[in-house]
């Protein structure tokens, strides 16, 4: 596994070193034998969690735009934000997901890699977090993998960011039908598609994309809403009303 790792990091053109190799080794670990109680992934073969999971993480990195304050918005099992964090210690790291259980496996996980500085653990849904004042409009980069599609995750990702700074979404083979969809939801929430960046994950035959959306204006304080709206009433009808 840790060859796969250095091997297709160097691939990938975010090469990781022996330690940091190391840490997502046990990183690997603590996941496998967590998900046998929790629901933490369906991939649990070394190779395809070093390749679908670890590699695929570090691929916002191309993008340059992962700097600062950052915060994964439903991490989930860490994906990217942990292994972003292993990557690039200097960033202060913050994982937000909807379920404490998860936040629990994260603090065990992130002990276990021997990251303990820059790192912070959010237990709440997004659409409430957004409208706390230490996390509205304060991070440089906001990621989110695998969360939602497209419109509904701008609503939910975009209050984070600080104007100036990036929303990082990854997605796969329908990104541009998503990004289509989404794009009148964006302006609202003062975004601004700048790039679609393809991205190939070696060791494997998968093909990604990042959106990558700058924030040029505040946010509407209506934004995001509560109650489940953003998935079910399309921001820009709700807008229309």
């Known amino acids: ?5 250095l091997r ?3 691939e990938l053109g975010v090469p990781l070193d022996e330690r940091q190799a190391q840490q997502l080794i046990s990183y690997y670990d603590i996941l496998k034998e967590r998900n046998k109680v929790m629901n933490l992934t369906r991939i649990t073969d070394p190779a395809e969690v070093a390749a679908k999971h670890f590699l695929d993480s570090l691929t916002p990195i191309l993008t340059r735009h992962v700097t600062g304050r950052v915060i994964d918005i439903g991490t989930g099992a860490g994906f990217p934000g942990l292994v972003i964090k292993c990557a690039l210690p200097d960033i202060r790291l913050t994982l937000l997901d909807s379920l404490n259980k998860r936040i629990a496996f994260l603090k065990e996980a992130a002990a276990a890699m021997c990251i303990t500085g ?5 237990h709440a849904r997004a659409e ?3 409208h706390n004042k ?3 409009e304060k991070y ?5 993998r695998a969360v939602a599609r497209m419109r509904t995750l701008s609503e939910w990702c975009l209050p984070y960011v600080k ?4 929303f990082l979404a990854l997605k796969g083979p329908l990104a541009m039908s998503e990004l289509d969809d989404a794009r009148e939801a964006i302006e609202i929430l003062g975004g601004s598609v700048e790039d679609a960046k393809d991205v190939e994950i070696p060791e494997t035959d998968l093909r990604h994309r990042i959106i990558i959306v700058k924030k040029v204006r505040h946010t509407p304080t209506a934004f995001p809403r509560k109650g489940g709206k953003a998935t079910s009433i399309p921001i820009e009808k709700a807008i229309k009303k």
């Open 118 to 122: 820059g790192i912070e653990f959010v």
């Open 140 to 144: 440089d980069t906001v990621t989110s």
């Open 8 to 10: 297709g990091s160097r």
């Open 163 to 166: 104007p100036g700074g990036y």
């Open 1 to 5: 596994m840790k060859e796969l790792i």
């Open 134 to 136: 230490d996390h509205r």
């Open 128 to 130: 409430d977090a957004a």
